[in-house]
């Protein structure tokens, strides 16, 4: 019996049992429907490299948490396409040539609950989602004593980050931890920051002048630490996470979990 990606697609849905947004990012970024799946591989992003490494591995359906075309909404790929820029080009065409489909999973993934990339982070981390915060759409957990410059080190180690920085008093006590990871925002950031609940927070990315400058002046006033760990780094567990349900739902096909590496690297 063949799997056709619109197959795959609603099977997958169906399995996250989550509302559909009115407007999502979801769906098809590139192929067809109707194609018939031969392999799938799950990703966080889907660079060129990261393309190129699924079709050595067989795939011809590749899940992408983030857009292949580098604007989150959509709005830039058809200026992008106008304006024949290289990079766009050079993108499309690989992708045409080798047949491939790639799906967009992102908001379906994120309204689970627990939030599917909350959940393979956390575990990734070794912690483990306060069940309560975590039916509500937020993330807080409690760890073993250690301090904000520990856990910043934990967190590059564990999420195989070469871009974390910290903000806050390097050796104050940290318990219980909240989680924003990927890039949440502004007013997400700095509820989380602010709560009683937690003595320091784990972002992806954040706007240097928002949520960097508040929580810079937060830790002056109470010592609550930022750890920012890097857009990727923070969601790829996550997806991981998503590629082990995957197996679950399509146990017929090959489904192979392809780390993105992580973007920017310190010099």
């Known amino acids: 019996m063949t799997c056709t990606v619109a197959d795959l697609m609603t099977r997958t849905t169906a399995a996250l049992d989550v509302p559909a947004r009115p407007t ?31 079709v050595t591995a067989g795939a011809n359906v590749v899940v992408t948490h983030e857009p292949l075309f580098y604007d989150h909404q959509g709005a830039s790929t058809a200026e992008l396409a106008r304006e024949q820029d290289p990079v766009h080009a050079a993108k499309a065409a690989f992708v045409r040539a080798h047949g491939l489909a790639v799906w967009r999973v992102h908001d379906a993934w994120h309204d689970r609950r627990p939030d599917g990339i909350d959940e393979g982070t956390a575990r990734a981390l070794g912690w483990a989602l306060d069940p309560d915060a975590a039916a509500e759409g937020v993330a807080r957990c409690d760890v073993r004593p250690t301090t904000v410059l520990a856990l910043a080190r934990h967190v590059a180690a564990a999420l195989g980050s070469t871009q974390v920085r910290y903000a806050g008093d390097p050796h104050r006590t940290v318990r219980r931890v909240g989680l924003d990871l990927g890039f949440r925002g502004f007013a997400r950031n700095r509820a989380l920051l602010r709560a009683a609940e937690v003595d320091a927070v784990v972002v992806g990315e954040a706007h240097e002048w928002e949520t960097g400058s508040y929580a810079t002046d937060l830790a002056h006033l109470d010592g609550t630490g930022l750890v920012v760990a890097g857009h990727v780094p923070s969601e790829q567990a996550g997806m991981r996470l998503f590629a082990d349900l995957l197996r679950t739902v399509v146990p017929e096909l090959p489904v192979t979990f392809l780390p993105t590496p992580d973007l920017l690297t310190t010099a």
Not at 26 to 52: F, I, K, M, N, Q
């Open 24 to 54: 999502t990012v979801d769906g098809l970024d590139a192929g067809e429907p109707s194609a018939v799946v031969r392999g799938v591989a799950v990703t966080t992003l889907a660079t060129l490299e990261v393309l190129e490494r699924a």
